[in-house]
Antibody, heavy 120, light 109 residues
Framework: QVQLVQSGAEVKKPGASVKVSCKAS????????ISWVRQAPGQGLEWMGW????????NYAQKLQGRVTMTTDTSTSTAYMELRSLRSDDTAVYYC?????????????WGQGTLVTVSS | SYELTQPPSVSVSPGQTARITCSGD??????AYWYQQKSGQAPVLVIY???KRPSGIPERFSGSSSGTMATLTISGAQVEDEADYYC????????????FGGGTKLTVL
């Protein structure tokens, strides 16, 4: 069965960076992409970006351009999302979701979420 | 930037039909996806490509799309369907970025 298992909760200070991992199993990793979505406390879902696990192509939300980098390690079927220059409003639960290999559609299976808290 | 608009809340009695709408200018060209999120849990896909239902999702969940509006219909809503529902689609302007609607709180009581 398809599973996405994310790394554990993080507490970071403003200005620091965080890197969240998402380990996939139960399917051929390079036949799909991975999208990242976050949810601030009490708020809705926010699309952050997408990476193709086939060729590494990326597509980032405009508001995060320059602060976010998404990568994959095909040898371990793991996707990573790094967010830099953290601010208090980056406090959120971060989710990875399996997506189409070619574009930003088709988020079907989701990870359990990783809480990132940014606080001084 | 591209936006999808949902009503903040919908309320029905058990057994009634709930309809949640999602409007966006690119929906005539782009598929809509629908997610159910219960408190403290990750979202679950309930409808993909406008009207297809993943395996394991009850038949009472259905989707449709016409023009600039997509609709999630829950026929005979159950108490356990109470949750937040989000539509998702992509921009057709060329950048293909993803976007979620603001979410709709469905109350079944």
């Amino acid at each position: 069965q398809v599973q996405l298992v994310q790394s554990g909760a993080e507490v970071k200070k403003p200005g620091a960076s965080v890197k969240v991992s998402c380990k996939a199993s139960g399917y051929t990793f390079t036949s799909y992409g991975i999208s990242w979505v976050r949810q601030a406390p009490g708020q809705g879902l926010e699309w952050m970006g997408w990476i193709s696990a086939y060729n590494g192509n990326t597509n980032y939300a405009q508001k995060l351009q320059g602060r976010v980098t998404m990568t994959t390690d095909t040898s371990t079927s793991t996707a990573y999302m790094e967010l830099r220059s953290l601010r208090s409003d980056d406090t959120a639960v971060y989710y990875c979701a399996r997506s189409s290999v070619a574009d930003t559609t088709g988020l079907d299976y989701w990870g359990q979420g990783t809480l990132v808290t940014v606080s001084s | 930037s591209y936006e999808l608009t949902q009503p903040p809340s919908v309320s029905v009695s058990p057994g009634q039909t709930a309809r949640i709408t999602c409007s966006g200018d690119a929906l005539p060209k782009k598929y809509a996806y629908w997610y159910q999120q219960k408190s403290g849990q990750a979202p679950v896909l309930v409808i993909y490509e406008d009207s297809k239902r993943p395996s394991g999702i009850p038949e009472r969940f259905s989707g449709s799309s016409s023009g600039t509006m997509a609709t999630l219909t829950i026929s005979g809503a159950q108490v356990e369907d109470e949750a937040d529902y989000y539509c998702y689609s992509t921009d057709s302007s060329g950048n293909h970025r993803g976007v979620f609607g603001g979410g709709t709180k469905l109350t079944v009581l």
